[in-house]
C-alpha cells in the first residue's frame, strides 16, 4: 500500500482516520517527508479531534525548525498532492493494518539486528523474542468496550453460546465446572507432599490423550521419563512394578493400541528446577508448532512454586508472596495468549500439612497464588480415606460455578496404576452433607466455639435475663 495513500485517506475520510489514528505510528513510514506530514496531521488530529485542512498542514509546517528550504519544498509539494480518496473504507482499513503489520516486523529484525552487532545499548539479545513476539501481535482491535444497552443480543447470544471445554472423567469435577476447565484459565491444585499432585495431572493428561486432544506437559520436579512411566502405567492399565518386567514386545503392542484409539499427542518437557518461566513456555510452545506441528488444547505445569518469573528476581527487594504471584500471573497470561487451560499445582504450608480440611490459607509462599486462580481445590489425605484408596476433593475457588455447592467430595484412588475414579454414590453422603474436622489447633477452637454457639442458642430469655 502507497503511503501517500494512508496520508490522503486520512486528510479526507474522517471515518477512517478514527479508525487507524490509534494504531498508526510514524516508524511504520519509511519516506521522510511522509513521515514529517503524517506527524502533522497525527498531532492535530489528537488535539483537536478533527482533520486538518491543507492550508493548516502548511502552517503547522512551516512552523518546524528542522526543515530547511528543500525539505520544505518537498513535504509541502506532498501536500498540494494529496487529494480525496474514494476507496471502500473496509479495504483501506484492512490494506493500512496489513502494512503496519508489515512494517513493524522489517522494523523488530532491523532492531534485533542491531541488538546482535552491539549497536543498541539499550537491550540485551534476551530481549529480541519479546520485540518481535510484539511486532507480530500488531492488530487494528476497534473494541473499546461493550455497550451494554445497546450489545444486549450479542451478550444474549453469548450467554447461549456453548463454551469449548477440556472434560474431565471424573463426575464431580465435571459437575463443579460445568463441564470441564476452560480455554484462558489457571487451575491450581493444592495439596501435601505425596497426596497426588503429580499423579493427579498425569491421570487428567492421560485422559486428555484419550479425548483426542493435544497435550504439553511441562515437569520441573520429576524427570521426563518418571512422568511418561506414571501415564504409562495409567494408559497400559499396568502398575509401574509390572511395567519394569513387562516384556518389550507386549509393551510395545500395547502403546501401539493406545496409538490407534487416539489422535492426540503428549509431549512431555523437562526444565531444571527454578530455571525456566513463561518466557521459556512460550519459546517451547513456538518450536512445537513449527518443528513438530504441535498445538496444545492444554498444558500442565508441575508444578508453579519451582517455575521462574520471567519479569522479576527473586531478592532482598522481592518477597516470596510478590514473586509468586508474578509467575501465576504470568502463566494465567500465557494461558491467555495460546487461549487453554493450564493446569498446575502448589504445596500447603507446613501447618497445612497435618490439616484434614484445608483452606486457601494453606497455600505456600503467597496468597497472590489463589488470588489469581480461575478454579483451585485441595487434595486431602486422611489414614481413614487412604484405607478405603480414596482421596477428598474441596473446593477452595471457583470462577467456573458456585464453590458451596458440591464443596466437598471423594474420588477413588489406584495408586499403582496412578488413577483415580468416581466412587459409589454412598460414599459421598457423609462428605457432601457435613464438613470435615479439622484437626488442628485452630480446628479445636473451632469446634469449642461452634459448641459454645450451640449452648447459648439453647438459653431462654425473659425480662431481660437470659437463663
Known amino acids: 500500500m502507497k503511503e501517500e495513500l494512508i496520508l490522503s485517506s486520512l486528510v479526507y475520510n474522517e471515518d477512517y482516520a478514527r479508525k487507524v489514528v490509534p494504531f498508526l505510528k510514524s516508524e511504520y513510514f519509511q519516506d521522510s517527508n511522509v513521515k514529517e506530514v503524517y506527524s502533522v496531521v497525527d498531532n492535530f488530529i489528537k488535539k483537536y479531534n478533527k482533520q486538518p485542512t491543507k492550508a493548516a498542514i502548511r502552517v503547522e509546517l512551516e512552523s518546524q525548525t528542522n526543515l530547511n528550504e528543500v525539505r520544505f519544498k518537498e513535504v509541502t509539494s506532498l501536500v498540494e498532492s494529496l487529494a480525496p480518496v474514494n476507496e471502500h473504507l473496509d479495504w483501506l482499513v484492512e490494506k493500512t493494518e496489513n502494512y503496519c503489520k508489515d512494517r513493524a516486523v522489517v522494523n523488530a529484525l532491523y532492531q534485533s539486528i542491531q541488538i546482535v ?63 470441564g476447565l476452560a480455554q484462558k484459565s489457571l487451575n491450581i491444585i493444592l495439596a501435601g507432599t505425596g497426596v497426588g499432585k503429580t499423579m493427579f495431572m498425569c491421570h487428567c493428561a492421560a485422559t486428555n490423550l484419550m479425548q483426542g486432544h493435544n497435550v ?110 508474578a509467575i501465576a ?60 484408596n480414596q482421596v477428598m476433593v474441596k473446593q477452595l475457588k471457583n470462577r467456573y460455578s458456585d464453590p458451596n455447592m458440591d464443596k466437598r467430595f471423594v474420588i477413588g484412588v489406584d495408586r499403582p496404576k496412578m488413577r483415580f475414579y468416581d466412587t459409589e454414590q454412598h460414599s459421598q453422603a457423609d462428605i457432601l452433607d457435613g464438613p470435615v474436622m479439622d484437626s488442628t489447633h485452630f480446628g479445636e477452637r473451632n469446634r469449642e466455639e461452634v459448641e459454645l454457639g450451640r449452648v447459648k442458642k439453647k438459653r431462654k430469655t425473659v425480662g431481660g435475663f437470659n437463663f
Open 329 to 388: 500471573e504470568e502463566l494465567r497470561g500465557l494461558a491467555v495468549e495460546y487461549k487453554v487451560p493450564i493446569v498446575s499445582a502448589t504445596q500447603t504450608t507446613r501447618s497445612g500439612y497435618t490439616n484434614t480440611d484445608l483452606g486457601l490459607e494453606d497455600t505456600s509462599e503467597s496468597f497472590g497464588l489463589p488470588a489469581t486462580a480461575d478454579f483451585m481445590f485441595a487434595l486431602i489425605n486422611t489414614e481413614e480415606l487412604a484405607g478405603m
Open 117 to 179: 552487532d552491539g549497536k543498541d545499548g539499550k537491550f540485551s539479545k534476551n530481549a529480541i523474542p519479546g520485540i518481535l513476539t510484539d511486532a507480530l501481535a500488531v492488530s487494528f482491535d476497534s473494541s473499546i468496550g461493550h455497550n451494554f444497552l445497546d450489545d444486549s443480543e450479542s451478550r444474549y447470544d453469548f450467554y447461549h453460546l456453548k463454551e469449548q471445554k477440556i472434560p474431565f472423567d471424573l463426575e464431580y469435577f465435571n459437575k463443579i465446572t460445568r463441564g
Open 216 to 325: 504439553l506437559y511441562i515437569t520441573m520436579e520429576m524427570a521426563e521419563e518418571r512422568i511418561a512411566e506414571r501415564i504409562d502405567a495409567n494408559l497400559l492399565n499396568v502398575t509401574t512394578e509390572e511395567l519394569a518386567i513387562l516384556p518389550k514386545d507386549v509393551y510395545l503392542k500395547k502403546v501401539d493400541r493406545v496409538k490407534g484409539k487416539t489422535s492426540g499427542k503428549l509431549i512431555i518437557k523437562e526444565y531444571p528446577t527454578a530455571s525456566a518461566g513463561s518466557i521459556h513456555f512460550r519459546t517451547l510452545i513456538e518450536d512445537l508448532k513449527i518443528k513438530k506441528n504441535f498445538s496444545p488444547n492444554v498444558i500442565y505445569i508441575d508444578y508453579l512454586n519451582i517455575c521462574m518469573s520471567s519479569r522479576l528476581k527473586l531478592g532482598a527487594s522481592v518477597n516470596s508472596y510478590t514473586y509468586i504471584k
